[in-house]
């Protein structure tokens, strides 16, 4: 691209196209996830395959230390790229999506015979997919910044995750239905399988894709002396220390939720019948919050929607402690789908706002790097917790560190949209 016009001029012309390819491929990633749910489909897989807690609490670890450890070691090589999308497309390919059908493979043939070698293998495999997904993540939501407008981004975000939330919903169904209709293992292997066709027409529309050029491209740096400018980064921006750290608690009190279903199997006797009630129920909050969440964002921006998915999950925590019959894991389900939709919504791209264009693969990669620890750490807790003191002395935890990060967010951290128009201004 010439100049800034001749970009800007580019991406009118195709955003209907980008719009819906963006649309495509999150909605679809959606229902994919909707058949091998973290929070309920996969819990109870591997507590069909183990009596611990800790390994329980591993698969949400797992997806958080292999989702967001990467990602500060491809945004130096993603700053390079002028165009991102090639990329992404290779690596969210076969080392993204792929491993899910593997995975059913193995639940298929082994989860019987082996269970802990099955075990083995599903941790191994969804180490993969979730370091291939944060490998591509800085170069995705960099592509994501560049064919989506700003001013159109909450509204494609909520478009994109409500529409994958009411496919979902379908999806949800379907699994219900698949684990309650086949034997064990067969009905896990077939609910990887249907994932793994949702994700490859997700992946579809990643392809499709209209990208122009970049008008920036960093200079190549070494990784050695890029990771030694990243404390600078840090040095220089007040506001985003505060965000991460604020988010960091707001995490760790995210512990509770990868517990919900199997403390419900454990306490009222759920099965593969509630695992498409309470997987529908999660999706379906997301489906009607995830719109609202947007327009929110779009008017008053992405901090007061992370805000509010933080005091969501205090309140989903709660609802679970209190819980004396099966409609109060309902509310607590219902619950978490709003913080998982504010967190959909508002998560990443509040870090794009954060940032120039020049340095957004940064400040993404940087951003999900330091959020490793916390996200990882815990669910590992809160096995730990639910060891000693059992589900119900776990969860106040949850519920004061998520209440915790949330008012740090309210109070400590600045709403960085008006902070950059500010310092555009009287640039």
């Not at 495509?24 to 309920?40: K, N, P």
Request: aromatic share 12%; proline share 5%; with cysteine.
């Amino acid at each position: 691209m010439a100049d800034q016009a001749e970009f800007d001029r580019y991406v009118a012309r195709h955003f209907r196209w980008n719009f819906t390819a963006n649309v495509i491929d999150i909605a679809f990633y959606i229902l994919g996830l909707s058949f091998v749910s973290w929070a309920t489909v996969l819990p109870l897989l591997v507590s069909r395959l183990t009596t611990s807690k800790l390994a329980i609490g591993m698969v949400p670890a797992i997806y958080s230390l292999g989702f967001l450890l990467p990602q500060l070691l491809t945004a130096n090589y993603t700053e390079r790229l002028r165009r991102k999308k090639r990329f992404v497309v290779i690596v969210s390919g076969p080392g993204e999506r792929g491993p899910f059908l593997l995975i059913g493979l193995a639940v298929w043939a082994l989860a019987i015979p082996h269970p802990t070698l099955t075990l083995i293998l599903i941790y191994v495999l969804l180490t993969l997919a979730m370091a291939c997904a944060g490998t591509a993540n800085p170069a995705w939501t960099d592509l994501i910044a560049k064919v989506i407008p700003v001013s159109r981004r909450g509204r494609w975000a909520g478009v994109a995750f409500s529409v994958g939330a009411i496919l979902g919903l379908g999806g949800a169904v379907a699994a219900g239905k698949l684990l309650g209709s086949f034997p064990y293992s067969m009905n896990f292997g077939l609910c990887f399988f249907a994932a793994g066709a949702a994700f490859f027409v997700s992946w579809v529309g990643l392809a499709m894709n209209r990208e122009p050029a970049g008008l920036v491209v960093k200079p190549h740096l070494t990784l050695r002396a890029y990771l030694r400018r990243l404390p600078a980064v840090l040095r220089g921006d007040l506001n985003y220390v505060r965000f991460v750290i604020s988010r960091s608690v707001a995490a760790l009190g995210g512990m509770a939720g990868g517990f919900f279903m199997v403390y419900g199997a454990e306490r009222f006797g759920f099965g593969g019948g509630e695992v498409g009630l309470l997987t529908a129920i999660l999706t379906g909050s997301q489906a009607i919050t995830n719109p609202l969440w947007g327009l929110l964002a779009d008017r008053v921006g992405h901090k007061a929607v992370l805000c509010g998915g933080a005091f969501s999950m205090v309140l989903a925590s709660a609802a679970a402690l209190v819980a004396g019959a099966p409609a109060g894991m309902y509310v607590a389900f219902a619950l978490m789908g709003l913080s998982y939709a504010a967190d959909s919504v508002s998560g990443q791209t509040i870090v794009m706002e954060f940032a120039g264009p020049q340095d957004r693969p940064t400040y993404i990669g940087l951003t999900n790097t330091l959020l490793a620890p916390c996200r990882t750490l815990g669910p590992i807790i809160g096995g730990l917790l639910a060891t000693w003191l059992g589900y119900r002395g776990m969860f106040p935890f949850a519920v004061l560190l998520a209440a915790v990060g949330g008012v740090m967010l309210v109070l400590w951290v600045r709403e960085p949209r008006g902070l950059r128009q500010d310092a555009l201004a009287t640039a």
